[in-house]
């Protein structure tokens, strides 16, 4: 679990923070849950917590909506933490499915895994 005081002491002085990489990753509403519990008593700013699409959690986001993410954020390619696996574009559509009529929100890490080609270009 990541270190609330620390964060919020950079969040506090020097604005926006994200951490990344945290463990566990909030894709489950038990995770948040988890997460919440973890960060009573410790947030003397204000915070948002977004959740993650991962391959099959699509039934856990309207549950973690009503129970207060901001939003939420997916990779197309290696998150860097096993945990937190990329989606492919059938995730895509059933999270977005699922998040239809909600207001909610799906962010994407948007990079694309190249894979070197051996083929000039132009010419």
Known sequence: ????????????????TLSRNSIPPTTTLRNFQEKLK??????????????????????ELRPMIQAG??????????????EFPHVAEFDLHTAMKQLQGTGSVLLFHA???VHPTTEKIGG
């Open 69 to 82: 993410v901001a939003g939420f954020k997916c990779f197309l390619i290696h998150s860097g933490v096993d």
């Open 111 to 113: 990079e694309m895994d």
């Open 1 to 16: 679990m990541e270190c609330f005081c620390c964060l919020l002491h950079v969040k506090k002085h020097f604005g926006q």
């Open 38 to 59: 973890e960060a009573t008593g410790k947030c003397f700013v204000d915070v948002a917590f977004w959740g993650g699409v991962v391959p099959g959690n699509q039934l």
